[in-house]
Nanobody, 122 residues
């Protein structure tokens, strides 16, 4: 049974930083992908970043390039999203998901964790 647990959300002011964590169990961690997605109120869920856990390749949405960094700790079956220079438009519920292919297209992900709220105030 694959389970994902996202944590680390909170409230920060614009320009601040947060680090999200995703703990994964029951998933073949070194042969797949973990993605981060977000959904703001009234908007569709969008892909933020993903990492190929077999080779470490990473991908980012244009809106977060240069500000967010995804990383993995295969020994701990965990993936992190370091978010710097946060903007009010980053406010959303953030989800981590596990799948077979490294893409920020949500249809490719089979397993989802619960979300963690990130609120950025101006």
């Amino acid at each position: 049974d694959v389970q994902l647990q996202a944590s680390g959300g909170g409230s920060v002011q614009a320009g601040g930083s947060l680090r999200l964590s995703c703990a994964i169990s029951g998933f073949t961690f070194d042969d797949g992908a973990i993605g981060w997605f977000r959904q703001a109120p009234g908007k569709k869920r969008e892909g933020v970043s993903c990492i190929d856990t077999s080779d470490g390749d990473t991908y980012y949405a244009d809106s977060v390039k240069g500000r967010f960094t995804i990383s993995s700790d295969n020994a701990k079956n965990a993936v992190y999203l370091q978010m710097n220079s946060l903007k009010p438009e980053d406010t959303a519920v953030y989800y981590c998901a596990a799948g077979r292919w490294a893409t920020i297209t949500e249809d490719e992900y089979d397993y989802w964790g619960q979300g963690t709220q990130v609120t950025v105030s101006s």
